[in-house]
């Protein structure tokens, strides 16, 4: 069984708090957190059970990791994944409900005396581990773009196949679930035309940069990670779009860098990082390989 869930935070006064539930079925307090829907992304996922057990919209930022348990469903024993996001809560109230009647709103030491079940204790603690803002980058690999060798014009002006309109549509439906405020995109034709949707859908310019590119990394490796680490500099989140070779040189470096130890760095077409910094060093490389799947 697939879940997702969030540690859901808010500044207060300077003083951050996070939300823990009390579920009267098992009369036990919680994290946020529940099932996924049949095709749902688990980042999406996450925001939803987080808003629907607590009343609160949110934003999602780095991830905390896994929380492995057997469960009973349906009378079966099933092994249950739960996958966790930072959750910064926008808006919103709590009312309570049959499956939440009390919600609280604790710092994180608080908190952790407060959950019952010691699995939802690994995301406060990884929680705590990073400063509870961080800037996402979103490097996201275009979408399918047919076949190179049976192009016969510029190669930056081939398009998107069928296949990459679905990604181009899959990450403007996605990829809002970060809030982003920029939409940055390497030259080629198949890479601006897979973040336009989404450029389109926040009401945002598509600001093109040649530095995410492969002829700029071909030129200079360094250009692309340079251009992913001052996105990750601003207090904002930004989306950019590049190329595979790109892509990998610059988390890979990245990931380098700080020790996070990625054995191979993937970079399907229709792919995403999402990368955490906090004060601009990176610390958190989360991968999914296809927006349009779970």
Same mark, same amino acid.
């Given at each position: ?14 003083? #951050? ?38 009343? !609160? ?35 919103? /109230? ?14 994180v030491p608080s908190a952790l005396r407060r959950v019952t079940a010691g ?7 990884? !929680? ?8 996402? #980058? ?15 014009? @510029? ?21 809002? /679930?970060?809030?982003? #405020? ?110 349009? @799947?779970?």
């Amino acid at each position: 069984m697939q879940a997702a869930g969030g540690v859901l935070w808010r500044d207060q006064d300077g003083t #951050v708090e996070v939300a823990v539930v009390h579920r009267p079925r098992y009369d036990d307090w919680s994290l946020p957190k529940g099932k996924l829907d049949p095709g749902e992304l688990h980042v999406v996922g996450a925001l939803r059970e987080v808003a629907e057990e607590t009343g !609160f919209t949110g934003v999602a930022g780095r991830t905390l990791g896994e929380s492995r348990y057997r469960v009973l469903d349906r009378g079966r024993d099933v092994p249950k994944t739960v996958r966790w996001w930072s959750i910064r809560a926008t808006g919103g /109230a709590f009312v309570p409900g049959p499956e939440v009647d009390h919600l609280q709103w604790l710092d994180v030491p608080s908190a952790l005396r407060r959950v019952t079940a010691g699995r939802d204790s690994g995301p406060l603690q990884a !929680f705590l581990e990073h400063p509870a803002t961080t800037t996402t #980058v979103l490097l996201v690999r275009h979408g399918s773009a047919g076949d190179r060798e049976q192009w016969t014009g @510029e190669d930056d002006l081939r398009p998107l196949d069928v296949k990459g309109q679905e990604q181009a549509a899959a990450a403007a439906a996605v990829l809002p /679930a970060y809030a982003p #405020v920029s939409v940055h995109s390497a030259p080629p034709l198949r890479c601006t035309d897979t973040v336009q949707p989404l450029a389109v859908r926040l009401g945002l310019s598509l600001q093109v940069d040649p530095a995410l590119g492969e002829k700029a990394w071909e030129a200079d490796p360094s250009a692309v990670v340079k251009a992913v680490s001052e996105l990750g500099t601003q207090p904002w989140t930004a989306v950019a779009c590049s190329q595979g070779g790109a892509v990998q040189e610059a988390v890979g470096a990245l990931t380098e860098q700080v020790g996070l130890g990625l054995d191979r760095v993937r970079a399907r077409k229709g792919s995403l990082w999402a990368l955490s910094f906090a004060g601009g060093r990176l610390v958190d490389a989360d991968y999914t390989a296809d927006l349009r @799947e779970p």
